[in-house]
């Protein structure tokens, strides 16, 4: 009977050269702390992995969009505080204005405030955000909200509604608001009520009566202003909802991918040991064998 030595060494040396393999694979896992899933080991695993990647890549631009507009929405609100400082500023000379008792004098320093008032809103109203460099209560387009006319007037440049910024798949809001729906909506221009009793008091005119109905308007201003801060307010609830939400599907996202993907460090471990225990006892048995003679083999 003739024996091959091929086919003695053969099937030891090829147990050897699978578990080699295997505890190379399982130290490259333990060291990455990656299973190294690919198309060809795992395909269904593989597809998982990429949904995941896109879905996170798209999440990361949404929350950037986040945290733009919580930062123009927050600024948008502490403008329009000085807004409403600024009216009720102009609400308090509206109410002395009213006064039979004012003299050339008192009325002339009103007058001068309430332009002083007048200019600061108008200062105000094309604030532009920190962020952006773009204009807080302008339309969709335009680099200015206000503009100032040759007749000294005050008017909105702008057109339609602040742009939307996107932060969800089909969501977008308006971290700002439009001018026109601050400034002068019908019946409630500041720039107008201001610059009306301005004129009133300067010339000594009908004062009382001017005064009367800019407290009208002043009140009504106040009124949309305290509403548009209302809007912008839920506006920012909103943002930080869809923030948190964000979160929260980042980290379910997270758990799905690491389930996946992550190896398991201690089995790993274990599987590591165990290999290289049944590599050792394989090589001890073909060194054994090696060492055997032909003639001792055939005894």
Not at 11 to 29: G, N
Not at 150 to 168: H, L, M, N, R
Not at 256 to 283: C, H
Request: glycine share 8%; proline share 2%.
């Amino acid at each position: 009977m003739r024996i091959a030595t091929s086919q003695m060494y053969s099937r030891p040396t090829s147990l050897m050269t699978q578990l080699t393999a295997a505890a190379d694979k399982t130290q490259t896992q333990i060291a990455t702390t990656k299973l190294g899933i690919t198309a060809a080991t795992d395909a269904a695993a593989y597809i998982k992995l990429q949904q995941i990647a896109r879905a996170t890549t798209g999440d990361a631009t949404y929350k950037s969009n986040i945290t733009i507009a919580q930062g123009v929405n927050a600024q948008t609100d502490q403008t329009l505080e000085s807004v409403e400082t600024q009216m009720q500023r102009a609400l308090e000379l509206a109410t002395r204005a009213k006064s039979d008792t004012l003299s050339d004098s008192d009325r002339a320093s009103i007058g001068k405030e309430l332009d002083s008032i007048r200019d600061t809103l108008f200062a105000l109203a094309n604030t532009k955000d920190d962020i952006r460099g773009q204009p807080l209560f302008g339309g969709a387009t335009g680099d200015t909200a206000y503009v100032k006319n040759a007749d000294g007037s005050i008017s909105f440049a702008g057109t339609g509604e602040p742009s939307a910024i996107p932060i969800g798949d089909g969501e977008s809001v308006q971290p700002t608001i439009s001018g026109e729906r601050v400034f002068s909506p019908a019946g409630a221009d500041m720039f107008a009520i201001l610059g009306s009793l301005s004129d009133a008091l300067k010339s000594g005119t009908n004062v009382q009566a001017a005064g009367a109905a800019a407290l009208d308007g002043i009140n009504a201003s106040l009124d949309t202003v305290a509403l548009a801060r209302a809007s912008v307010g839920a506006r920012g609830a909103r943002l930080d909802l869809q923030a948190d939400r964000l979160t929260e599907v980042a980290e379910t996202r997270e758990t799905t991918r690491s389930g996946i993907e992550d190896t398991d460090i201690p089995t790993a471990v274990a599987n590591l040991q165990k290999t290289l225990t049944v590599l050792q006892a394989t090589q001890a048995s073909f060194s054994k064998l090696t060492s055997v003679s032909l003639f001792d083999y055939l005894k």
